[in-house]
């Protein structure tokens, strides 16, 4: 079987929410290792080496992100992105409260390879569960002499502070995290600077996803070419991926990048008795979809980004004949309607009409000139935002609106009422 | 939870000390904001006016600032709600998998629709996006605890218990009496990025949606009629009795 247990290893199988338990697998020898014997640039080279790419969605190499740090004596803060919110995806929620001290570890190593000695955990606000298992978690840690002042005696301090979002998808973006961290309205900042160079408080900041944290540990106790040496040429390493949708056994299934997406939907279960596949949308709600002919691609980076699409949080909706693909695209667009935070006007009103229009073809009362204006509107709210929420709403409706027009024109009204 | 007999000044000086720890977690105070929120509505059932102005007066910013800020995250309730918040999940991978007749199923036993809350203040109902875990879809969050893999079945477990106060999740404190809506006309303005609905009590002539003359949302009236998504649920549905019609098929929340 193509599914590896690294990061999961364990879940189901053991209470890894208990210290003592975590600790008997193993649980924190690197992070005692990495204080004791190793530099914070050492930690910055495994993550460099590893070819680690974030793995929150815009897979951008880790390593080169902290790199951008600039040296100079400011206060410098590690956050840790769990403000999963991307629609189908549901990784870090499940790593977050199956084997949260993995978490931890994981941002304990960050926080020392960028030489941050606060770091923050931001949670989204519906994990109210998930976040009371961290705080517990950060007790049990702070017992063991993993959190606080002099650690494992070398004299460095490390704080974790846990912080719960209300409600916004949008905090998901890292400097609407940042804001909302700092008790504002989490609406993004402009770019640049970026939060490398002055984020939380203004300080030097790096922002990563649970799940590329929690590979740092695997990566230091196995070392970075075992990572490296999975995968494809330039995604490299596991990935946590999110089947759901209609497949018989949806779930998270940890897999080398680079399975075919006809593997994965296999590993899921594969699609209920007698129903045929129509469309995949690979990387979460952002994503355009993939059809039955790209079954034989794989599954990383690139290659879906050739395939017009993008692997994003690594989160699989797959949908078969049943679906209603008018209506799936009017769910997709009023989602980004609904969460867009409204400071940029494209994607406040470009949002909102998209979904009227939507609204009026699911009713079956579009008029003839909606299929084409679906076809616009989309162009205009790209590429013109603060933050890529904007960019996000067009590429699933543009990608089903292509593969069947039918379904959409068959939503127009045949009789319209000459003047 | 704070008695109904206990004021807010004393709420307030109960909270004290936890606050300060709150903002002692943070370097710079303002960052305390989400959470002091966050604690007194635990208190309270919703972030009354009052905490509001005492969280502004902790962190030493303008009222003002502090609601604007409150008001962008949808999980802060600026009105009383009722002790039940019910949360359904109505995001793709769910709508796939049946969330549509599992919400018109909430939506006829409440007998109220999206945003709304029951007269008795038993429960209040809301449509949510993307509850991540759309492996045990379709979901839903009571009082922010998950739900998994609804059927109609549980749905009504469910109802009864709370009604017969033994449900297992703790009811939410309820300070004072919830409206019809813990919505603001504003908020559902801005819920629609800012677009006119039309003048309030007018349907907005566009998508068949609109508000009433209390500011109460009435959406998704056709949806509810349109053949819906098959899935998982589709088929754990096929067994069951009660025919699944939306309340709001009938008529306008008039």
Known sequence: ?419 | MRKRSEDFPALLERLRPQCEEIIGRYEHSRSALLPLIHLFQEHEGYASAQAQNAVAEMLQLTPAVVESTVSFYTLFFRKPVGKYMLQVCRGLACSINGAEDIMAYFREKLGIGHLQTTDDGLFSYEEVECLAACDRATCMQVNLDFVYDLTPRMIDEMLDAMRAGTYAVVPMAQTDAPERTWKTVQDLQVARGGKSFGAIGQPNPNNGSGIDKDGVIMIDRILAQQPRFEGRTKERLANVEPSITSVLEHEDLQ
């Open chain 1, 1 to 419: 079987m193509p599914v590896t247990k690294v990061l999961t290893a364990g879940i189901g199988e053991a209470d890894l929410r208990d210290i003592d338990v975590y600790r008997k697998r193993g649980g924190y020898k690197q992070l005692e290792r990495a204080f004791k014997t190793m530099k914070p640039a050492d930690v910055l080279e495994a993550a460099d080496k590893s070819g680690l790419r974030g793995r929150g969605g815009a897979g951008f190499p880790t390593g080169r992100k902290w790199s951008f740090l600039p040296s100079n004596d400011k206060p410098r803060y590690l956050v840790c992105n769990c403000d999963e919110a991307e629609p189908g995806t549901f990784k870090d929620h499940m790593l977050l409260e199956e084997t949260p001290h993995l978490v931890l570890e994981g941002i304990l190593l960050g926080a020392y390879g960028i030489g941050s000695h606060h770091a923050y955990i931001y949670i989204r606000g519906e994990f109210k569960r998930g976040a009371e298992i961290f705080n517990r978690t950060i007790e049990q840690a702070r017992k063991a002499g993993l959190i606080g002042k002099n650690l494992f005696g070398t004299g460095y301090d490390l704080e974790v502070t846990v912080h719960r979002g209300a409600g916004a998808y949008i905090c998901g973006e890292e400097t609407a995290l940042l804001n909302s961290l700092e008790g504002k309205r989490g609406e993004p900042r402009l770019k640049p600077p970026f939060p490398a160079v002055a984020g939380l408080y203004g300080m030097p900041t790096v922002v990563n996803n649970v799940e590329t944290l929690a590979y740092l540990v695997p990566i230091l106790e196995k070392g970075a070419e075992w990572f490296a040496s999975v995968g494809t040429e330039r995604s490299k390493g596991y990935k946590i991926i999110s089947i759901s949708g209609h497949v018989q056994k949806p779930g998270n299934y940890e897999v080398a990048l680079g399975t075919p997406v006809r593997e994965l939907i296999e590993i899921a279960g594969g699609l209920r008795e007698g129903r045929k596949l129509m469309a995949i949308q690979p990387g979460g709600g952002s994503s355009a979809c993939i059809f039955e002919e790209h079954l034989d691609l794989p599954y990383d980076y690139e290659s879906l980004a050739k395939a017009g699409t993008m692997l994003g949080s690594g989160a699989m909706v797959v949908m078969d004949d049943t679906t209603d693909f008018v209506k799936a695209a009017h769910n997709m667009v009023r989602f980004f309607a609904h969460e867009s935070c409204g400071q940029c006007t494209p994607c406040r009103e470009g949002g909102d009409w998209l979904e009227t229009v939507l609204h009026r073809l699911v009713e079956g009362r579009g008029v003839p000139s909606d299929i084409e204006m679906l076809r616009r509107v989309g162009h205009q709210i790209t590429g013109i935002n603060l933050c890529p929420l904007g960019d996000s709403i067009e590429p699933f409706l543009l990608s089903v609106l292509k593969r069947f027009p039918e379904q959409f024109e068959a939503r127009v009204l045949k009789e319209t009422v000459s003047a």
